[in-house]
Structure formats: structure tokens, C-alpha cells
């Protein structure tokens, strides 16, 4: 049933409107614009027409079947009003976008409560309230005008926020490279919660990494049987919002004055095997990383760089966030050192190997040599954004030694990120995660090393 | 009595408090080794009863009213002779009866002065949302102040054990620090699974803290618990 939400046949916007501007129009335009290849139904009393589609007075009024319906009603007791609709037509999905209901106290409890009794009464799945619902190139709910298809990705965007769902949706799809295939925002979470989502795309298997953020678990217990179950399966990064002692009781023991809300959830994200993200920017970036490279066999890393500096503070980070800078063996030594006027070390610093034989068959033949050596299992490749840094990145020298060795690289930027900003997104993004600071790469490698080694040992 | 008896006479009586003689049994009949812990119900008793454990003895007092037994001058440590044993009585009476003269006080927990091992503390606790925490980190001051404990949602596996166990800052601690003796680390894994699996079978259990154990270089053993049943 949860299938209803994100590959419908049919969908009814109750509250369209032909106003530009106006939320109903918005939803509207944006699944005219996305790839939706089902019936649209606007639902509006005052309307004849909309985007082009015929507009009908209500919900029961619609000839044939709705899988679907999304409502962005000013007032909730026209949503309650609605839901009495759809249980009538038989809808068995409502995604309902409008505030004013728990969130607010009050007559926004009870609101809610009444939806939730009848979706339950009627055996329908509610989506929301207040949410944004879900953005994905089959269909978009949001209020938030997209302008960009969003691509066919490996990577699913979960939780109660609806900014998620409509702003950072659409700033993903604009401006960044992450293969993104759903948003969905799910707010109240007043019938379906984290647990439908994560149990629906950790078994769907275009699905390969699945982030999710939450503000409260509404059942830790089955979030901890579901979650283990995804993650063995693929990785799931968690980033928990408002870790405080809500909730949080007069203990009588120690363990209890211990105990905090914020510790519970760490280790259920330790027991379950899911990935921690401390922002929304890791959400990102550690997605990025998990949906783009193979997973290493351990946590040894070669440090691959153009300067010194650079390397000895990668270095320290690497130690920092528990990934090993091993020598490399003999035999690659061996190999490259007519490219080096010292021993080559780890940081391998291609300095000197750039000023023999150039930037670019430098990253063609001493990096790959370096990468493939046994004692290394992933790298981190220190760009700095120059002419001929961009020559070797519309070459996609790096993309085909990471398929071709089977190994791991993160890339990270160090000067020129902005300057070349477009055409490293462009050229390298969608395959290679770069970054535009060491930290930010370093420790998402820490954490694609950390899945890897756990999977197995499992 | 045996420990669904003990729980079910407790909630006869409308308390969510175990004592610790009653906590320690329901424990030790699951598998958890607890320092032996006699209750005596007069001063001639306690001494009777210390003779037969073997001095040194602790005494604690036994009263379903008084949980803070330190707090109320109800522990005495080390006893070891029949005059420390009656002295001792007379102080914990008469400090437990001023700090709480209302209190039912039924004597003291009479048990041996445990041998000395590293200190740590396991235990349990019902989150609203993930439902039963156990909990394991090193007793004594790092408790208190660095909070450094590990926690796992029940059920646990051993190898959530082993994670807990490994996870905590000090555990080099249990190592062996500087020639003390190594903790016998894989008793304490195998403590924290049966506690997990007894509270995934035993609804009504709201927390549990084993505080402190002393680990061993063979074995551990629990000195002081507390069980508290949800309340109804």
C-alpha cells in the first residue's frame, strides 16, 4: 500500500488552484513537470480548468479510480471534511500537507485525531500533516516550485521536515550532485512514520542508500528490528534532531539519571548497523559517498596529494576519525621511484612526479599504481582546482581507475572549488564524491570504511 | 521465595521497590553471581549471621521505605568482629530511624565484605520509545562524573556485548591498568546478555542497577542491586 504514495496510477490535489503562486497551483505544476504519466484530478469548487487539466468539484466526483490524493486545504476542518471524501471514493493514500494540526495543541490534536479515526476506520494511509509529502522524478507534492527534474538517483532523502521535502529537495536537485531519487517528508507522521519508509525502500532495489532525518522516533522498538534489517542490506545514515532530555523521567537508579534520549538513540544507530550524520550537510555528503563508490575491505587509506602541507593535515584527520595511513609495499615503491627524488611515503605527494611527466599522466599512471598497491584499501585524492586539474577531470581519469582497481576514493578541493565549482559537479560529481574541505571528505571515507568492515564481519 | 514469587508478593503490596536481599536473589536465580546477602532481623542475628558469612561483613539496612541506604547512614563497611557488628547495628538504627522515622524497617542485610576487583556498573531502564536499555560503564567517580557508559536496546546479542564493553573511554581500565589484575571481560559480556534476555521475558520491570560489580580476573560479582517494578 505504501506503494500508492510513490507510484501511483491516479492523483486528486484537493485545493488546486489556477492562481500562480498559490500552493494548490504549485503542486499542481510541479506534477505537470515531472514525469507523472497517470490521471491528474485538481479538486476545486470554483474552478472549470487548470494547467489544463479538468478540474472537479469534489473528490466523488472524480469518474474513475484515485490512488492518490494530495490536499493543501487552508483549514483543517476542511481537510477533516476531505479525508470523509476520500474514505467515501475509496482512496486508500492521502498526503495531507496543510499545518494546524498536533503541532499546533489544542483543536490541532483533536483535527488530527479525527483524521487519524477515520483513515483507520477506512483503511488509509495518511502521509503527513504538515509535510511536503514526496519529490521524485515519477511525481512531486511539494510547495516548493521545482525547476529541475529530479534525476533518476540511487538515493532516498527521509524525514519529518517538510523544508526537506520542498527546499532542500529542490536546492539538491539545482545545485547538487547527488544522485537523488526520492525526498519525502512526512511531518506529523500522524499514521505512516520512519518505520513504513525504511522498511518500503530498504526492500526496493533501486534504492541503494536511504538518509534519513528525525526529530522523535515514534517507535524505537520496531525502528530497531526494521532499521538492522535495512542497513545489513544497504547503508542508512541517521541524523537525529532535538537529542534532549525530553521525555526523560526521575529516575531511582543510575542508570536511569544517566540514560538521555540523545544516548538511546546513538545506540540504537550503533545496534542496528546505521550510519550517524551530525548535519544536514553529512546527510549529504556521506550519501554521496556510499552511492557512488564500492566499499572497501578495511580502513587503510593512501593519502594522495600535490602538497605537503595538505597531506600532513589529511593525515591527522585520517587518525582522528580511526583510518590507517599504511606504508605501501616494496614492490610499489619500487615501481615509482624513478617518479619520486625521495622514497616515496604515504602521503604520496605527486609533486614531483606532476613536475616529470605532468598533472595528467601523473594521475594516469603513478596514482593508479599507488591505489592498486595490497596495502591500501581506499584514498584520498587532495585536488586543487587548476586548468589542468579540470582537463584531467572532464577526462574522468579518476572514475575509471575507482571502477577499474574496485577501490574507494574521495576527492577533496582545496583551492579553486568555487572557480571550477560547476565544472568538477558536472564532470566528476554524479560519480565522484568531492568536497570542498578535507574534513568533510575524510570523515565521510571513515564512515564508508566502517559500513564496509562491518558488513563483513557480519 | 523465588523471583516471580518475589514480584508478584511485591505488587500485592502495592511497591515498586525491591529490596536489595530480593533483588539479589531474583538475579542470582538467573545466572548473576551476587556477594552472598542474609537479612537479620535483630542485633543477635546480625552477629550470628556475620560468624557464618565469615568477617569482614557490611551491613546495610532492609527497608522497603529507605532506597537511598547511604544517604540515610544505613551502610557500614568492614566489620570484622562481634563488637564492630553490634556497634554497627546500633548506628544504622538510630541514624535510619531518625532520617526516616516512619520507615518499616524489617533489619539489616547481613553479606560478606566482597574482595576488591574493578569497579562497574550494569543496568537497566525503560525507554518511552525503545522500551527496555541496558546499560554498561565503570563505576565509582567515572559514573558519576564522565558518564562514560554504553548503552544497547534489548535484545542483545553477544556481540552487542562485546561492543558495549569495547566502547567505553576507560576501558583500558579493564585491561589491566598499570598491574592490576585484567577483568574477566567476557564474564561481563555474558552478565549483560542474561540481563537483557531476563528483561526481555519479564514484562514490569521499569530499571535495574547492578552498582557496583566487581569484575575479577575470574568471574565478577555484584555488591549492590536494585530492582524497581513499573508501576501499575
New interface residues.
Given amino acids: 500500500m505504501i506503494e500508492l504514495f510513490f507510484k501511483p496510477k491516479s492523483v486528486a490535489v484537493i485545493g488546486a488552484s489556477g492562481t500562480p503562486g498559490k500552493l494548490g497551483y504549485v503542486i499542481v505544476k510541479n506534477i505537470l513537470d515531472s514525469d507523472f504519466a497517470g490521471d491528474v484530478y485538481p479538486v476545486n469548487p470554483k474552478s472549470d480548468e487548470i494547467l489544463g487539466y479538468k478540474v472537479y468539484r469534489s473528490v466523488t466526483e472524480i469518474p474513475g479510480d484515485v490512488d492518490l490524493v494530495v490536499t493543501a486545504l487552508p483549514t483543517p476542518k476542511l481537510t477533516v471534511a476531505t479525508m470523509e471524501a476520500c474514505a467515501q471514493k475509496g482512496v486508500k493514500a492521502v498526503i495531507i500537507e496543510s499545518a494546524g494540526f498536533a503541532e499546533m495543541g489544542g483543536e490541532g490534536k483533536v483535527f488530527q485525531q479525527q483524521i487519524v479515526d477515520i483513515a483507520r476506520e477506512n483503511n488509509i494511509r495518511v502521509m503527513g500533516p504538515n509535510c511536503s509529502g514526496i519529490v521524485s522524478r515519477n511525481i512531486v507534492t511539494s510547495i516548493y516550485p521545482m525547476t529541475k527534474k529530479v534525476p533518476d538517483g540511487n538515493v532516498v532523502l527521509i524525514g519529518q521536515s517538510g523544508l526537506l521535502a520542498a527546499g532542500m529537495a529542490s536546492d539538491i536537485v539545482e545545485n547538487e550532485s547527488l544522485n537523488i531519487s526520492h525526498v519525502c517528508s512526512f511531518g506529523n507522521k500522524c499514521d505512516l512514520n520512519e518505520n513504513d519508509l525504511l522498511e518500503y525502500f530498504g526492500n526496493e532495489d533501486d534504492v541503494d542508500v536511504i538518509s534519513m532525518y528525525l526529530e522523535t522516533?515514534?517507535?524505537?522498538?520496531n525502528?530497531?528490528r526494521i532499521a538492522k534489517k535495512a542497513a545489513a542490506k544497504k547503508p542508512v545514515i541517521f541524523l537525529s534532531g532535538g537529542r534532549t532530555e525530553a521525555?526523560a523521567k526521575a529516575?531511582?537508579?543510575?542508570?536511569?539519571s544517566?540514560?538521555s534520549?540523545a544516548?538511546?538513540v546513538?545506540?540504537?544507530v550503533?545496534?542496528t548497523g546505521m550510519i550517524m550524520a551530525d548535519d544536514f550537510t553529512e546527510l549529504k555528503d556521506f550519501a554521496k559517498v556510499f552511492s557512488t563508490q564500492p566499499l572497501p575491505r578495511g580502513n587503510r587509506v593512501a593519502v594522495i596529494t600535490l602538497a605537503g602541507s595538505v597531506g600532513v593535515n589529511v593525515s591527522d584527520l585520517c587518525a582522528a576519525h580511526g583510518l590507517e595511513l599504511p606504508k605501501l609495499t616494496p614492490e610499489t615503491t619500487e615501481k615509482l621511484k624513478d617518479m619520486f627524488d625521495t622514497p616515496v611515503g604515504n602521503p604520496v605527494d605527486l609533486y614531483y612526479s606532476v613536475t616529470k611527466i605532468g598533472f595528467t599522466k601523473t594521475l594516469e599512471t603513478t596514482f593508479p599504481d599507488a591505489f592498486r598497491d595490497p596495502n591500501i584499501d581506499a584514498a584520498v585524492v587532495i585536488l586543487a582546482g587548476f586548468k589542468y586539474t579540470q582537463e584531467a577531470v572532464q577526462k574522468k581519469i579518476i572514475q575509471k581507475i575507482v571502477r577499474e582497481v574496485g577501490k574507494p576514493v574521495v576527492v577533496c578541493m582545496i583551492v579553486g572549488y568555487n572557480k571550477y565549482k560547476n565544472v568538477i559537479m558536472d564532470e566528476m560529481g554524479k560519480e565522484l564524491p568531492v568536497f570542498p574541505s578535507l574534513i568533510s571528505g575524510v570523515k565521510a571515507l571513515s564512515k564508508l570504511c566502517q559500513y564496509g568492515m562491518r558488513k563483513q564481519s557480519s | 521465595m523465588t523471583g516471580p514469587e518475589i514480584i508478584k508478593s511485591a505488587r500485592a503490596e502495592k511497591r515498586t521497590v525491591l529490596t536489595e536481599i530480593e533483588a539479589k536473589t531474583i538475579l542470582g536465580e538467573i545466572g548473576i553471581n551476587c556477594t552472598p546477602t542474609i537479612l537479620a532481623s535483630s542485633k543477635e542475628q546480625a552477629v550470628a549471621t556475620s560468624h557464618e558469612i565469615g568477617y569482614p561483613v557490611v551491613l546495610k539496612i532492609s527497608s522497603k521505605d529507605i532506597t537511598h541506604k547511604s544517604d540515610a547512614g544505613g551502610v557500614k563497611v568492614n566489620l570484622a568482629n562481634k563488637g564492630e557488628v553490634e556497634q554497627a547495628w546500633d548506628e544504622i538504627m538510630a541514624s535510619c530511624r531518625g532520617a526516616y522515622p516512619d520507615a518499616d524497617i524489617e533489619g539489616v542485610a547481613v553479606q560478606a565484605m566482597a574482595e576488591m576487583g574493578t569497579e562497574v556498573i550494569m543496568g537497566m531502564i525503560k525507554d518511552p520509545s525503545f522500551g527496555p536499555v541496558v546499560m554498561f560503564g565503570l563505576g565509582g567517580v567515572l559514573v558519576e562524573v564522565l558518564k562514560d557508559v554504553s548503552f544497547r536496546i534489548v535484545p542483545i546479542d553477544k556481540n552487542d556485548a562485546v561492543e558495549m564493553c569495547g566502547e567505553i573511554k576507560g576501558k583500558k581500565l579493564l585491561e589491566g591498568y598499570r598491574g592490576q589484575d585484567p577483568a574477566d571481560v567476557a564474564c561481563l559480556q555474558d552478565m549483560l546478555v542474561t540481563l537483557s534476555d531476563f528483561v526481555d521475558r519479564t514484562p514490569g520491570i521499569e530499571e535495574i542497577d547492578m552498582n557496583p560489580v566487581f569484575a575479577y580476573k575470574a568471574g565478577a560479582a555484584v555488591v549492590d542491586a536494585r530492582i524497581i517494578l513499573s508501576a501499575e
Fill in positions: 522516533v515514534s517507535d524505537g522498538r525502528l530497531t521525555g529516575a531511582m537508579s543510575h542508570t536511569g544517566i540514560a534520549n544516548k538511546i546513538e545506540a540504537a550503533k545496534q
